[in-house]
């Protein structure tokens, strides 16, 4: 089995990829996604949401990372996967999910699944831009308003020739809200003969063994499990792939990954800004571990980059306050 890290705009960028994919137990990664709407883009974009396009398409830990593309026009994203794949890219993902009303107002994301010819014609058009051992995949939701389009999409895709397909278990209409609906995963698996990948609700090692019967899939694709536990990819691969229950990371074991992340953001964002990352990240870890919430409270209106490295450095094993009174 493999498991995927899900694409998650403005959540998961490089640092977070080369953060998460240092601990294990992700098979592969996904950029942000790269807007294409009536051009060529210029190689900047691409080294800009893909930095490892500098390194062999690799995070340091080797793990392959796709370049994601959004939009709705067959010969535009042709292009732009041609380019991504000149430049290093391992694998273009092609995304037919997005739920953001401007995003689907400018023909992008999971709007176009209510036309599963036209995912069938861009998915076409990408994998004959690109060459053959470039894998293009594809991530598609349930449907747009329902489920009613989604053998024909599924199909439609294998048709075109896409490597792979992951679907996130749920309609444009259903946004995030639970549960997710592994049970049409299967039913679209029986139809295909692609590797399927299922993604949607899997936040703990339960949830992966559960998903991957009801669905049939071996593979599956983590987003905000893996962004509120960073040691799920680890502890599911273990547990699916060789029986074995690992120990999962406590707080201890979280807040030097903090430190080690804001450090790492300091050197590509502007400093005023460089907590924002931490923040957001605390915020979704706080729905797991509580102590989240709590430095969350206590960061989130700090700005000075030193002053948030103190409150941090603080937080490390060790550092409570029991041994300052000492
Ligand atoms: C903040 C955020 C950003 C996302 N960005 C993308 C994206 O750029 N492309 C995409 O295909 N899916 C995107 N998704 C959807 C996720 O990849 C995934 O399908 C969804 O979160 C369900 O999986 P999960 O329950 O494991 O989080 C995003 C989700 C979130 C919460």
Redesign the pocket.
């Known amino acids: 089995m493999r498991v995927m890290l899900?694409?998650?705009?403005?959540?998961?960028d490089h640092t977070m990829r080369e953060l998460l994919t240092s601990l294990g137990g992700v098979d592969r990664c996904?950029t942000?996604?790269v807007r294409v709407t009536e051009r060529l883009l210029p190689p900047r974009v691409f080294y800009r949401l893909c930095p490892e396009l500098g390194t062999g398409g690799t995070t340091a830990s080797g793990v392959p990372v796709f370049v994601?593309l959004?939009g709705g026009q067959p010969a535009v994203m042709a292009e732009n996967a041609a380019r991504a794949a000149e430049l290093g890219a391992p694998g273009i993902?092609l995304?037919?999910?997005?739920p953001a009303k401007t995003v689907n107002r400018s023909d992008g994301?999971a709007i176009i699944l209510r036309e599963p010819q036209r995912v069938h014609d861009i998915t076409a058009a990408v994998r004959a831009a690109v060459p053959a051992h470039v894998p293009v995949t594809v991530?598609t939701?349930l449907g747009f308003e329902d489920q009613a389009l989604f053998m024909d999409i599924a199909t439609g895709i294998e048709a075109a020739g896409a490597s792979e397909l992951?679907v996130?278990a749920?309609t444009r209409r259903d946004g995030?809200r639970p549960p997710?609906y592994w049970e049409s995963i299967a039913e679209a698996r029986s139809r295909v003969s692609l590797p399927v990948i299922a993604?949607?609700?899997?936040?703990s090692v339960d949830d992966a063994l559960r998903c991957r019967a009801v669905s049939g899939c071996d593979d599956l694709?983590?987003?905000?499990?893996?962004?509120c536990r960073p040691d799920l990819p680890r502890l599911i691969a273990a547990a699916n792939t060789r029986g074995e229950t690992l120990e999962p990371l406590n707080w201890n074991g979280i807040t030097p990954l903090l430190l080690q992340f804001f450090e790492t953001t300091l050197l590509h964002y502007d400093a005023y800004c460089a907590g924002n990352p931490l923040k957001q990240w605390l915020v979704y870890m706080r729905g797991y571990f509580p102590q989240a919430g709590q430095l969350f409270e206590q960061v989130k209106r700090l700005r000075d980059p030193d002053a948030i490295r103190l409150l941090l450095q603080r937080s490390q094993p060790g550092c409570g306050r029991d041994r300052y009174a000492a």
């Open positions: 899900a694409p998650m705009e403005g959540v998961i996904v942000e996604f994601q959004l993902d995304n037919f999910g997005c994301g991530k939701r992951t996130h749920r995030y997710a993604n949607g609700e899997i936040w694709m983590l987003g905000r499990g893996a962004i």
